[in-house]
């Protein structure tokens, strides 16, 4: 479903810049005038889930003329459930949060469509713990403990559409080299005494993401 909504947006967009060439009209936007933009990414709650996270461009024209913008963005989520299997409770819950700052490059193919690309560098901690409490006093209790931080670096690639001077929509797609540091704990507990374990892990890996976010966009 992902990859198709970004087919759409980006067919979208190559079929407008074909129109330029028949339909000339201004520019819908101009950033001298509107150089904050702040965006929310919708892309999460098409595929069920609901992580708050906000972008903040600041537009302006370098040196050689160019238009770009820096970027600061973040994310948080939180979960909770409780959950019963045969009389026996297990509680979750978790939280995360991301940063990341990044700068990227703007080249305007039609009166309301920017396509763009760059780099961002983000940092990100979460934590989450779950209990396991059996019916049966003489049972194990069992409780994790999770920690997990990472540091990554991301190109992506996109293109925005501006409804209007102040709204606009965009898609991205990107790659991400990311490091991540987890440590879990293991806790058991029953009526004899109890006993804790400690397992780390460090990884490093390569992600692609055909659609990174969706982003609506305010202007101002």
């Excluded at 763009?116 to 779950?130: A, E, H, K």
């Excluded at 293109?159 to 709204?167: A, E, G, T």
Aim: aromatic share 14%; proline share 4%.
């Amino acid at each position: 479903m992902k990859k198709r909504l970004l087919i759409l947006l980006f067919c979208f967009g190559f079929v407008a810049i074909g129109f330029a060439q028949e339909t000339p009209e201004p520019p819908v936007f101009d950033y001298a005038k509107t150089k904050h933009e702040l965006s929310l990414n919708i892309a999460p709650v098409l595929v069920g889930e609901y992580p708050f996270d906000l972008l903040y461009r600041k537009h302006y024209v370098n040196k050689n003329g160019k238009n770009v913008a820096l970027r600061l963005g973040g994310s948080i989520g939180a979960n909770f459930g409780q959950f019963e299997n045969n009389g026996n409770k297990q509680d979750q819950n978790g939280q995360s949060f991301q940063v990341y700052i990044g700068k990227e490059w703007q080249k305007a193919f039609h009166p309301r469509i920017i396509g763009y690309y760059g780099t961002d560098l983000s940092f990100g901690y979460g934590r989450s713990f779950s209990e396991l409490n059996p019916v049966d006093p003489n049972q194990t209790v069992t409780s994790r403990r999770t920690t997990t931080a990472n540091i990554g670096a991301t190109a992506f690639l996109g293109m925005r559409y501006h409804l209007s001077k102040h709204f606009s929509i965009s898609a991205e797609t990107s790659g991400t080299i990311n490091y991540s540091n987890m440590t879990v704990y293991d806790l058991q507990s029953n009526q004899t005494g109890s006993g804790e374990t400690s397992i780390q892990n460090n990884n490093l890996g390569l992600f692609l993401s055909p659609l990174r976010a969706i982003r609506f966009a305010f202007h101002f």
